[in-house]
């Protein structure tokens, strides 16, 4: 087990981080920003989404090539504090 403070995970690794929102039209928009603002080499390639049952949530799934377990939680932190964002995963 690792010590306090320190990551279970190896860096550089792969990393899916899903944030679920609203379905707006700017909220998948929105979310690719703040990851970019952490992951600038980003690639629209590593971004999903899916659409709840009755269309009213959508969730975006961003595959990151994480770096450090500081860069997930800078990046899960700009993303919780989203007043769109209703959860992250």
Known sequence: MPERG???LEFPCEFP???MGQ???????????VVREHVPDL?????STASSRR???????????ATSQEQLDS???????????????
Do not use: C, Q, W
């Open 43 to 47: 690639r629209n390639s590593d971004i």
């Open 75 to 89: 990046l899960y932190r700009a993303l919780n504090a989203r007043d769109d964002v209703v959860m992250t995963l």
């Open 23 to 33: 379905a707006h039209p700017e909220f998948v928009l929105r979310i690719t920003e």
């Open 17 to 19: 981080v899903k944030v």
């Open 55 to 65: 269309g009213n949530y959508v969730s975006v799934t961003v595959t990151i090539t």
């Open 6 to 8: 320190e990551s279970a």
